[in-house]
């Protein structure tokens, strides 16, 4: 059975003397992985590390106005007015620039319209969010600091040179007791969350606990230097049960980059391919020694993948010598370059490896957008729709091979509703007549006809209904 995904906040602490540029500094010695040498050494504290990070550790709250309807009972007598209610919700944050640049989950802050943040001197600010990127959970927030003054920071450490094993620290607020500390070690590295391989980042797992109200905490290492920002935990009771995830400091530092320079979302390069994770089976097919890598099951043409050789059928088993386990690995090694930047890949194909260059680059937004919402008599009423592009197909996690078709994205108040579409269907024919584009869907839509005959796509499957008009 799947557990369920409990979404929480957790702050892992910074340790370093990290310099207020919020940039990791080059390790002047490779860090010691030894076991304790004594029962002295057992008695070893955090204790320094923990006092120079928690400044840059703070508490985000976030609130907004939401309508809830009243018993129907009473709407039969004209009472059933919605009300509006406050709904707020804590998390946690990291400061990363000293001009008041803060790092927190994106579900802290989703749908906020006022954010307060509070400092480990409790001093209070609102903040403004600069960058929300629902994919990763990852968003970025301002506050307005007095001017000269210059906030404590994390360094932001994406070398990538973490191993399993390696001691962690966790700060933030839960259950809103305080600021509270909690020590682990990374329990995995690379985890990916989609078995489908659509995944916008591969989590640092680990075994420090992390309870709700830690989400957009701050994972460091014993260099003090932030690695992760925590976002979620797998529990049966919605308590740390030693499981927690964490956005990985790469990830971090392309948003906050692209917030620094102005960007409200990150463009995040793609592969342009249709991919699989190696099985048993699979690797018995190939000839395959072990079950790892990803299977490139159609090529766009033209995409990136395409212009650097990557044929149907090859197996990519590693980017710039990193080894790449399943599908979602490789979407992530590609997804979390920036544009331009080339990558080595090594290509198994039939009883050859090969070395292939590609270059990362945003999907292609073709065809335009042309974001409509469907109004009028017809069984599309109140559904908002889209043209299907690759850009689109990554900015929601659609599969991009099932277009070019019109998607919808929203299903709100109106018949669509109630007819059953859902966000994510494909609009194929109306009446028969193939629907290629918004613009062809709206024409179509305008007829005057005693009944309406919708085709969709769902879940790779063609369903063809009647309504009447």
Known sequence: MRRPRVLVSTLALL??????????????????RAPPASAMAMKQSFAPVVQRAAPAVVNISSKRLVRAQTDPFWELFGLGAPRARVQGSLGSGVIVRPDGVIVTNNHVVQGGQEITVSLADRREFTARILLADPRTDIAVLKIDVPPGERLPTLAIDDTGDAQVGDLVLAIGDPFGVGQTVTNGIISALNRTADPTGDAATSYIQTDAAINPGNSGGALVDMDGDLIGINSFILSRSGTSSGVGFAVPAAVVRRAVETAAGGGRAVVRPWFGARLQSVDGDIARTLGLARPTGALVADVWP???ADRAGVRQGDVVTAVDGQPIVEAASLNYAVGNRRPGESLRLTVRRGDRDLQLSLRAEAPPATPARDERLISGSNPLNGATVVNLSPAVADELGVDVFAGPGVLITNVGRGFAMSAGFRPGDIVRAVNGREVGSTRDL????????????ITIQRNGQLVTATYRA
């Open 442 to 453: 709206a024409a179509a839509l305008t007829a005057r006809v005693p009944a309406w005959q």
């Open 15 to 32: 340790i370093a003397a990290a310099p207020v540029t919020g940039l990791a500094q080059p390790m002047l010695a490779q860090p010691n």
């Open 302 to 304: 033209g995409g990136p």
